[in-house]
């Protein structure tokens, strides 16, 4: 961009003339934004992450195993029907 032309990266500016312009036409202008955050992060967050992580993998596998075993009664189930 040019120099003359940085005013418009600012949001708030943007807003300004989409709001001042949008009132004379029929279809709504919009105006997508994205906001970032930075957030300083410390070992121990991370740490707590992780073994939020593990803990979320844990339960995922132990549902896992829940499934098989009652699909293998099921299927067992199944088989003593069929005899």
Same mark, same amino acid.
């Given at each position: 961009?040019?120099?003359?032309?940085?005013?418009?990266?600012?949001?708030?500016?943007?807003?300004?003339?989409?709001?001042?312009?949008?009132?004379?036409?029929?279809?709504?202008?919009?105006?997508?934004?994205?906001?970032?955050?930075?957030?300083?992060?410390?070992?121990?967050?991370?740490? @707590?992450? =992780? &073994? /939020? *992580?593990?803990?979320? !993998?844990? %339960?995922?596998?132990?549902? @896992?195993? =829940? &499934? /098989? *075993?009652?699909?293998? !009664?099921? %299927?067992?189930?199944?088989?003593?029907m =069929? &005899?």
């Amino acid at each position: 961009m040019k120099d003359d032309q940085l005013e418009f990266l600012d949001e708030k500016k943007c807003k300004d003339i989409i709001r001042k312009h949008s009132e004379f036409i029929q279809f709504p202008i919009e105006l997508y934004v994205e906001k970032t955050e930075e957030k300083e992060v410390t070992d121990e967050d991370d740490e @707590e992450k =992780r &073994k /939020r *992580r593990r803990m979320k !993998k844990e %339960r995922l596998k132990k549902k @896992e195993i =829940r &499934k /098989r *075993r009652k699909r293998r !009664k099921l %299927r067992k189930f199944i088989m003593n029907m =069929r &005899k």
